[in-house]
């Protein structure tokens, strides 16, 4: 399996995993993950889906903020990452559903609950396998991160034109090409903090996040684009029945707030819908307390009382987090729906 050249030191550096597995899903894909945090087995659980071009690495630095107190699985989509790239027939959003469901039963020990947490093409993976066995039995609440459920091209803003229908066309000609993208220069870190991060974004951070980008192979970049762009997960929104909460960052140029916005109204059961300001699409990158924040909400809402007593939550201001983690959690703007 390839090893991406991710950065190898900071809070960005990849953590390793306390334990790796091989998951197989339906078709028989093989995926890499990982199980980071305490052995034991009774500490609240938390599967958090990368999104497209990214892999296990974009979460380093949320697993840093969750690691301590919670056991976290993260996995690579297929063709990203450690993954094996789709045979023909494997790019599709029932394939995501199909690795997310494997991911659920084989790696979290058996009758325990997470909550699952999905990150742009992540957060349609939960949708896509919304009404899914797994994720209803599983998943104890979701969070649905800079993402969205359809006319995604239609509604990105990275080109900044009026006309729906040319930022449609020049949208999917960028995010269909093939071609590798090359080294990590000075330009393409410029090019992609503009299209993917908010513009207080730290060079530590883009640098993060442009290796993660760049590692991932033009082949299944393109596979995922052209899945993306006939996106069309509406009437999956409404089968998470359980506790959904949104976030989003109101600089978010490849899902803006109107995705998220219309994803709160139509869930059944939301807890909430979380605006960043000024944070771009790469939101646990760019703010992973406040996204981290929410996910403890969940867990303290939603899952701790399934677990031992001896877990220990206290509350700093509007986000719960476990006893003795320090800092309290960042300002958020926060509508419940």
Request: aromatic fraction near 4%; proline fraction near 8%; charge should be neutral.
């Amino acid at each position: 399996m390839r090893r991406a050249p991710y950065v190898t030191s900071g809070p960005y550096a990849p953590p390793t995993g306390a334990h790796e597995l091989t998951v197989t899903s339906a078709d028989g894909a093989r995926l890499h993950a990982e199980l980071h945090g305490p052995a034991d087995p009774a500490a609240p659980a938390v599967v958090l889906v990368h999104g497209w071009t990214c892999s296990t690495a974009f979460w380093a630095p949320v697993l840093r903020e969750l690691a301590a107190d919670h056991r976290v699985i993260v996995y690579d989509q297929r063709g990203h990452g450690r993954s094996a790239a789709p045979g023909p027939g494997g790019y599709s959003t029932d394939a995501l559903a199909d690795d997310l469901e494997a991911v659920l039963e084989q790696a979290l020990e058996p009758g325990r609950r997470a909550v699952v947490v999905g990150h742009s093409m992540g957060g349609m993976t939960v949708m896509a396998a919304a009404g899914r066995p797994a994720l209803r039995e599983r998943a104890a609440a979701v969070v649905l991160c800079s993402t969205g459920a359809s006319r995604l091209v239609e509604r990105a803003r990275v080109v900044p034109l009026r006309s729906e229908r040319a930022r449609a066309r020049i949208h999917r000609a960028i995010l269909g090409a093939r071609v590798p993208m090359g080294p990590v220069t000075p330009v393409a870190k410029r090019l992609l903090r503009y299209g993917t991060m908010g513009p207080g974004s730290a060079p530590a951070m883009v640098e993060a996040c442009a290796r993660i980008v760049h590692a991932c192979p033009g082949a299944v970049r393109a596979g995922w684009a052209h899945v993306m762009g006939g996106l069309d997960l509406d009437a999956r929104v409404g089968l998470l029945t359980m506790p959904a909460t949104v976030i989003v960052g109101t600089a978010d140029r490849l899902t803006p707030p109107e995705h998220a916005r219309a994803i709160a109204a139509a869930l059944p059961h939301c807890t909430g819908l979380t605006e960043l300001p000024g944070l771009g699409h790469m939101t646990p990158v760019e703010d992973p307390g406040a996204v981290s924040g929410v996910i403890r909400r969940l867990v303290m809402d939603h899952l701790v009382t399934e677990y031992t007593e001896e877990t220990e939550y206290t509350e700093y201001g509007d986000a719960p987090r476990a006893a003795g983690t320090g800092e309290a959690p960042h300002t958020v703007e926060e509508r419940t729906s």
